[in-house]
């Protein structure tokens, strides 16, 4: 045998392609199906064909809204946040009750540090969504601008049981994502393992366990939690960086393999991946220097703790903490707790 | 209204399940890597040769391989598909020499192993009307199946790589194929050349080991410096030369896989050649002849300059100037070396110090280094 498809690969002979190509409401789930097996299986591909369903719809004179945000999330899964944003707004002019709109451009604009305009799109969102939905969008935000402990306690309030699996999949990852900016490492190790338990597919939850882990050397359990996952880069880099804790051989294999897929994804000007390379860099080649430029590209694109925290760690490093000014002037800025990242600003 | 209403049920499934998406957006969760196809063209005059790489499941949904549709691909149902991907590939990627179309065919099939899955390798063929001077290529591969797909594109011509990024927005591109880049080629073989002999340090020693008694002779079984500039010029002209002829010669019939040496064996050779020559400086068995030494071995190390040019590879359509510009790089840094070790020894030559120092412990300094490097080469080396 020389490959095997991926469960929910079409078949080329699949006449769902063309019928998507005449019917919105075979394109619509369509796409969403492939963007959901792109955000479970880590596999790009699939964003691929999600675009190739939506590409008839979007190429007519008026998109659809739905179409619009559909296709908004996969240039955000991209990392195209601008070119996302300008999409979402288009749809949300259109359908401003678009609960999944207004949704997705709060998470966009988290990422992008810009935390007032999401804390606007979460209001927008509490005239249609779910009381929890809201409520998550609304904490999480003002978990990272000055209110972490209160929002904490509110999120852990929330009762799993009145939420639907997605949504309280959610809770546990920003509960742990939350308590590990407190400081509260073994709680945040509950609540992301918890979380695996109930969501075992959920691949961010399993990265941030995974970091988590690693920041505290705990090598061997990284490697069997990651056990099987290895075939996605970000998870890929966790493994290197674990092999490299244990000073095991093995790393080189993992090593040559991620060194292989930066280089496509470099020739191609592909950006998915930067903060996983500013963290090869670091890690696993030892180049601060490189691994500061890295970081550096990586900060004018997003801005969440863990961009800050590479950069922090690159530029200390290197000894150039002063090349992190300006994310040390956003820390300030918007008062973002994280424990992680309070020795380096005493450091200045 | 009943489509409305269809669709706006179908969103309110899309906002729960959205939300899994919005938190995949603040992480980076995904991975693999996206999808690539690798083609390979390498022009000369108005033929290219090449191949191109599509992933096995990309295949599948090209032009459909899964025959049994059991989910899995085998060796035998991509056997299957191969003429109709040849088909595919064919009217998916097109070459154009200065706008002219060039016939293109894609004939054979293999899998090659990549990092993240099996690749199906096609080579192909194509000619164009004339000479190649602008080379245009068009990639529309995988066109409405994953619009994220991309053609990398590696070109070769008169030793000149460039690379390509197709597909997406970006179907078509244009490279220039000029006949300059020959005098790029040459210089950037020259370079090699020169940069291999002076980095090569045992291909140094052994020329240092048969120079060091170039400016003596042998009587009585004592070294006696030589009287004057003259003999000590013709014994270095003449080891010189039979070195430079011996490994040119063996390096071009290997450059031009006329004569193949395992790699292995060249290398642990030239490092005995090292330990012989530099043994008969502290026990002199030959005195007269050394460049017979230098001739015998000099074709062991043409071998070994034609494994390094190996790897670098000859660029088609400018195999001969390329060679050509290897070797000539590797006799300019030889030359260099000579030049600036000569006068030293020939001024040293008088001295006790040149004739119980430098040719005995020197000699035997170079042995023990060739030494340790025959015993990595033949012994230590696996594969």
Same mark, same amino acid.
């Given at each position: 045998?020389?490959?095997?498809?991926?469960?929910?690969?079409?078949?080329?002979?699949?006449?769902?392609?063309?019928?998507?190509?005449?019917?919105?409401?075979?394109?619509?789930?369509?796409?969403?199906?492939?963007?959901?097996?792109?955000?479970?299986?880590?596999?790009?591909?699939?964003?691929?064909?999600?675009?190739?369903?939506?590409?008839?719809?979007?190429?007519?004179?008026? *998109?659809?809204?739905? *179409?619009?945000?559909?296709?908004?999330?996969?240039?955000?899964?991209?990392?195209?946040?601008?070119?996302?944003?300008?999409?979402?707004?288009?749809?949300?002019?259109?359908?401003?009750?678009?609960?999944?709109?207004?949704?997705?451009?709060?998470?966009?604009?988290?990422?992008?540090?810009?935390?007032?305009?999401?804390?606007?799109?979460?209001?927008?969102?509490?005239?249609?969504?779910?009381?929890?939905?809201?409520?998550?969008?609304?904490?999480?935000?003002?978990?990272?601008?000055?209110?972490?402990?209160?929002?904490?306690?509110?999120?852990?309030?929330?009762?799993?049981?009145?939420?639907?699996?997605?949504?309280?999949?959610?809770?546990?990852?920003?509960?742990?994502?939350?308590?590990?900016?407190?400081?509260?490492?073994?709680?945040?190790?509950?609540?992301?393992?918890?979380?695996?338990?109930?969501?075992?597919?959920?691949?961010?939850?399993?990265?941030?366990?995974?970091?988590?882990?690693?920041?505290?050397?705990?090598?061997?359990?990284?490697?069997?939690?990651?056990?099987?996952?290895?075939?996605?880069?970000?998870?890929?880099?966790?493994?290197?960086?674990?092999?490299?804790?244990?000073?095991?051989?093995?790393?080189?294999?993992?090593?040559?393999?991620?060194?292989?897929?930066?280089?496509?994804?470099?020739?191609?000007?592909?950006? *998915?991946?930067?903060?996983?390379?500013?963290?090869?860099?670091?890690?696993?080649?030892?180049?601060?220097?490189?691994?500061?430029?890295?970081?550096?590209?990586?900060?004018? *694109?997003?801005?969440?703790?863990?961009?800050?925290?590479?950069?922090?760690?690159?530029?200390?490093?290197?000894?150039?903490?002063?090349?992190?000014?300006?994310?040390?002037?956003?820390?300030?800025?918007?008062?973002?707790?994280?424990?992680?990242?309070?020795?380096?600003?005493?450091?200045? | 209204?009943?489509?409305?209403?269809?669709?706006?049920?179908?969103?309110?499934?899309?906002?729960?399940?959205?939300?899994?998406?919005?938190?995949?957006?603040?992480?980076?969760?995904?991975?693999?890597?996206?999808?690539?196809?690798?083609?390979?063209?390498?022009?000369?005059?108005?033929?290219?040769?090449?191949?191109?790489?599509?992933?096995?499941?990309?295949?599948?949904?090209?032009?459909?391989?899964?025959?049994?549709? $059991?989910?899995?691909?085998? @060796?035998?149902?991509?056997?299957?598909?191969?003429?109709?991907?040849?088909?595919?590939?064919?009217?998916?990627?097109?070459?154009?020499?200065?706008?002219?179309?060039?016939?293109?065919?894609?004939?054979?099939?293999?899998?090659?192993?990549?990092?993240?899955?099996?690749?199906? @390798?096609?080579?192909?063929?194509?000619?164009?009307?004339?000479?190649?001077?602008?080379?245009?290529?068009?990639?529309?591969?995988? $066109?409405?199946?994953?619009?994220?797909?991309?053609?990398?594109?590696?070109?070769?011509?008169?030793?000149?790589?460039?690379?390509?990024?197709?597909?997406?927005?970006?179907?078509?591109?244009?490279?220039?194929?000029?006949?300059?880049?020959?005098?790029?080629?040459?210089?950037?073989?020259?370079?090699?050349?020169?940069?291999?002999?002076?980095?090569?340090?045992?291909?140094?020693?052994?020329?240092?080991?048969?120079?060091?008694?170039?400016?003596?002779?042998?009587?009585?079984?004592? @070294?006696?410096?030589?009287?004057?500039?003259?003999?000590?010029?013709?014994?270095?002209?003449?080891?010189?030369?039979?070195?430079?002829?011996?490994?040119?010669?063996?390096?071009?019939?290997?450059?031009?896989?006329?004569?193949?040496?395992?790699?292995?064996?060249?290398?642990?050779?030239?490092?005995?050649?090292?330990?012989?020559?530099?043994?008969?400086?502290?026990?002199?068995?030959?005195?007269?002849?050394?460049?017979?030494?230098?001739?015998?071995?000099?074709?062991?190390?043409?071998?070994?300059?034609?494994?390094?040019?190996?790897?670098?590879?000859?660029?088609?359509?400018?195999?001969?100037?390329?060679?050509?510009?290897?070797?000539?790089?590797?006799?300019?840094?030889?030359?260099?070396?000579?030049?600036?070790?000569?006068?030293?020894?020939?001024?040293?030559?008088?001295?006790?110090?040149?004739?119980?120092?430098?040719?005995?412990?020197?000699?035997?300094?170079?042995?023990?280094?060739?030494?340790? @490097?025959?015993?990595?080469?033949?012994?230590?080396?696996?594969?």
């Amino acid at each position: 045998m020389l490959a095997e498809l991926p469960a929910g690969a079409r078949h080329s002979s699949d006449p769902s392609r063309e019928l998507a190509a005449t019917r919105l409401d075979v394109a619509l789930p369509l796409a969403q199906f492939d963007i959901s097996r792109a955000r479970t299986t880590g596999d790009l591909r699939f964003l691929g064909y999600a675009e190739a369903i939506l590409a008839p719809w979007m190429h007519r004179t008026t *998109v659809a809204p739905q *179409v619009l945000i559909l296709n908004a999330t996969i240039l955000q899964s991209r990392h195209a946040f601008d070119a996302a944003l300008a999409e979402l707004d288009q749809a949300l002019e259109a359908r401003p009750d678009d609960a999944q709109g207004w949704l997705t451009r709060a998470t966009v604009l988290r990422v992008l540090g810009r935390y007032d305009e999401a804390m606007a799109s979460c209001e927008h969102l509490a005239r249609t969504a779910d009381p929890a939905i809201t409520s998550l969008c609304r904490q999480s935000l003002r978990g990272l601008t000055g209110h972490l402990k209160d929002a904490y306690a509110v999120i852990a309030s929330l009762s799993p049981q009145d939420l639907v699996p997605e949504v309280r999949a959610w809770r546990y990852s920003e509960l742990g994502e939350m308590a590990e900016r407190l400081g509260n490492d073994p709680a945040a190790e509950l609540w992301f393992r918890d979380g695996l338990h109930m969501a075992p597919a959920d691949l961010y939850m399993r990265l941030a366990c995974a970091d988590l882990l690693l920041r505290h050397g705990r090598a061997v359990e990284t490697l069997q939690l990651l056990q099987g996952y290895e075939s996605m880069e970000p998870m890929l880099l966790r493994v290197a960086i674990a092999h490299r804790q244990l000073h095991d051989a093995a790393s080189t294999q993992a090593e040559a393999l991620l060194t292989n897929a930066f280089e496509v994804e470099q020739r191609r000007g592909d950006a *998915v991946h930067r903060r996983e390379q500013a963290r090869f860099l670091l890690d696993v080649d030892q180049a601060p220097t490189a691994a500061l430029a890295a970081a550096l590209e990586n900060w004018r *694109v997003q801005r969440e703790p863990d961009d800050i925290l590479i950069l922090l760690r690159a530029a200390h490093a290197a000894h150039q903490l002063q090349a992190a000014a300006d994310a040390l002037e956003f820390l300030k800025r918007s008062g973002l707790e994280d424990v992680r990242l309070d020795a380096y600003r005493s450091a200045t | 209204m009943r489509g409305v209403l269809k669709t706006g049920v179908l969103m309110g499934g899309v906002v729960l399940r959205g939300v899994l998406l919005m938190i995949a957006a603040a992480p980076t969760a995904h991975a693999h890597i996206a999808s690539n196809g690798f083609l390979v063209a390498n022009v000369a005059g108005s033929d290219i040769t090449g191949s191109m790489e599509l992933a096995v499941r990309d295949v599948e949904l090209a032009v459909g391989a899964d025959a049994d549709r $059991d989910g899995k691909i085998t @060796w035998g149902e991509l056997r299957a598909a191969a003429p109709r991907l040849a088909r595919y590939l064919a009217e998916h990627v097109s070459f154009a020499a200065q706008d002219d179309a060039c016939s293109l065919a894609f004939q054979g099939i293999e899998v090659n192993d990549r990092a993240d899955g099996g690749y199906a @390798w096609m080579p192909f063929k194509a000619r164009c009307p004339a000479a190649v001077r602008r080379l245009a290529v068009r990639y529309t591969v995988m $066109d409405g199946i994953d619009p994220s797909h991309r053609g990398l594109l590696t070109l070769s011509a008169a030793g000149v790589v460039q690379t390509g990024v197709l597909g997406g927005a970006a179907s078509q591109d244009a490279f220039s194929v000029f006949a300059p880049s020959r005098w790029r080629a040459f210089a950037e073989y020259f370079r090699a050349g020169v940069w291999h002999i002076l980095s090569g340090i045992d291909h140094l020693l052994f020329l240092l080991s048969l120079l060091l008694p170039a400016v003596l002779l042998r009587k009585d079984s004592r @070294w006696e410096p030589v009287a004057a500039v003259r003999p000590a010029l013709i014994g270095i002209f003449k080891v010189v030369t039979a070195f430079t002829l011996a490994h040119s010669l063996t390096l071009t019939l290997a450059a031009l896989d006329i004569v193949r040496l395992p790699s292995r064996l060249t290398e642990s050779v030239i490092a005995a050649s090292i330990i012989v020559a530099a043994l008969n400086n502290i026990f002199p068995l030959v005195t007269e002849s050394r460049a017979r030494i230098a001739f015998s071995f000099g074709l062991l190390h043409g071998f070994g300059f034609a494994s390094v040019l190996a790897d670098m590879g000859l660029p088609q359509g400018a195999r001969l100037i390329s060679l050509l510009a290897f070797n000539a790089g590797i006799e300019s840094g030889q030359l260099a070396v000579v030049v600036a070790v000569m006068p030293i020894i020939y001024g040293l030559r008088s001295g006790s110090f040149y004739r119980r120092t430098v040719m005995p412990w020197g000699s035997a300094a170079i042995a023990a280094l060739a030494l340790v @490097w025959l015993v990595q080469r033949a012994i230590l080396a696996t594969g």
